[in-house]
């Protein structure tokens, strides 16, 4: 069945070094080994980059030939409609669309104008956002694209800010750390990465983004590192 389209209205192609970052952690998560499969990405705080990370390492991925699936899981505040100015074709549905038994799984997954990505979006917005996140439903459907998709890439929430991410992480198969350069304490991404060890998600590794290029234009705005295996020593 041919999928809904979604276009990305102001999505730049990124520069050299930016996207061979993202080819080098679209690498390093296969090292991470063959069950890493659904990906969750979070933060500590907004706006530290985590969508952006999401949808380039979701391109990176896509253009390396596999098939992958971005998800919206941020059902409170989503920004990738508004921020990437998304041309979506006909009514938008989405997540918690499908969660509320509004929708079919057909109903809410998009093809985009990327290569080998589709995307679920949020929805509308809900008043249980962690109710619904942490549903039967919700497994069943990360269950459903295990089947369909290479890899599967989880948007949720800042961790330091909303429990969402906690709750999915048990569905997941590990979890990046988007953290802004000189934003946020090494105490705070500690407390961060401890409550998804928790929620027993493996923790794959550290994006630092934001990081201020150097005098010799090696670093770029967005992705600048990942550490396959974060290391609490």
């Known amino acids: 069945m041919a999928k809904k389209r979604i276009r990305f209205g102001n999505l730049p192609e990124p520069e050299y070094n930016t996207k061979e970052a993202f080819n080098s952690l679209r690498t390093n998560l296969k090292f991470c080994g063959k069950d890493i499969q659904a ?68 109903d809410i997954i998009y093809r985009t104008d990327l290569k080998g990505v589709d995307m679920i979006l949020s929805g509308h917005s809900t ?3 962690t109710a619904l996140l942490g549903s039967v439903p919700f497994a069943e459907l990360l269950d459903y694209l295990r089947e369909e998709y290479d890899v599967i890439l989880v948007d949720t929430p800042p961790l330091g800010a909303v ?15 988007v953290v802004e350069t000189n934003r946020i304490s090494h105490k705070f991404a500690q407390d961060v990465i401890k409550q998804l060890s928790l929620a027993d998600c493996r923790v794959l590794g550290v994006v ?26």
């Open 39 to 106: 990906v969750l990405l979070t933060s500590c705080l907004p706006d530290e980059g985590k969508t952006e990370t999401a949808i380039q390492l979701g391109r990176a991925i896509g253009e390396d030939g596999q098939k992958v699936v971005i998800i919206d899981g941020d059902l409170r505040k989503s920004v990738i409609v508004g921020h990437h100015r998304l041309e979506v074709e006909g009514e938008i549905m989405g997540l918690t669309h499908y969660l509320t038994g509004q929708a079919d799984f057909d």
């Open 127 to 129: 008043p249980n956002p």
């Open 163 to 177: 429990i969402d991410a906690a709750v999915i992480a048990p569905y997941c198969d590990g979890a990046v750390l």
């Open 208 to 233: 630092l983004n934001k990081v201020v290029p150097d005098k010799h234009g090696y670093y770029n705005r967005y992705y600048k590192g990942y550490y396959n295996e974060y290391n609490n020593d």
